[in-house]
């Protein structure tokens, strides 16, 4: 497999990463399996968080042999330094490590986030000590949010960048990912599949590969899907004009409804964790019910807080009907837990 250079990290990863939210649900047994097997086809960067419950020990006790061999990424949601230094060590632990090599803070998708991780005894002093003591290597950040995501690039302090990208959600390509290759920051690629909603992995893969600087982390649950991804790397060809209008047609359809987890809506004065709520459905392809139920399941009790008011429609860039789609989010989720 091809290697990519991930900006200034000079760390070259495989053009294609490991996403670890699908192995949550295997049994240890199986997901260490397809971990290792995922490493034997040439996949050489992983990728899993901290809130990702089993997923870290799962991929750990898979690549404990080979440490050497392979990058690997991990990621807190904690925006304060005490708690996200319990989390880096707690992460060492379950990856059966000595040094992560990038270490992400995870969703800086608005001011306030990005406000409080920077802030003085904020996580990224926990970062940056645990990278002076050699635990980390290099620091990182996802977002779901352009605005923040350039905001946060700029102020030099990371050095990987991870954002949602895929054919529908295609505006960092000329609003964001520029700005990184300016800052020669590497790109990694969240969502390639839509986190799970687009269904054509031909489509998917094939409109990223006309963007070589970026590594795509599709969550990956079965040997088969890694191979499949695979075949379509060995076997590399532009979009036809077929492909094109196909994807025009998924796009017209899923627009409507996608939510994009940009925060723009957020907060609601009422409570709903509307973002939460909206990406129920996609949720509910790749985990357990019990995983479902345990991640989303306050999120989509908040949904009977909401007065409908309107006010995160109008600050919805894409223009979502949110109040209707946190009903059909609802219904949906209790004819299903
Ligand atoms: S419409 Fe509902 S979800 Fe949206 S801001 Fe108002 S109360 Fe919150
Ligand atoms: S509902 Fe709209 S504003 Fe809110 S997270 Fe989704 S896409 Fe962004």
Redesign the pocket.
Known sequence: MKTVRLGQTDLKVSEIGFGGIPIIPLPEKEAVSVVKSCFDLGITFFDTANMYISSEAKIGAALEAVREKVIIATKTAQRGMQAAAEHIDLSLKQLKTDWIDIYQLHNVSNADALQQVLAPKGAYEAVAKARDAGKIRFIGFSS?SIQTARQTLQTGLFQTLQFPFNFIENDPAEELFPVAREHDVGIIGMKPLGGGLLERTDLCFRFLQQYPHVVPIPGIRTVGETEEIIWLYHDRRSLSEADRKDMEGIRSVLGEKF????????PCEQGVQ??SV?IFQAAAKRLSREGVTAWLGKAMDSVTECVECGE?EE????N?P?TDLLKENLALFRQYA
């Open positions: 779901h939510c994009h987890r940009c925060e723009y809506c957020m509307i973002p909206l995160c600050k919805c860039p894409y979502l949110i």
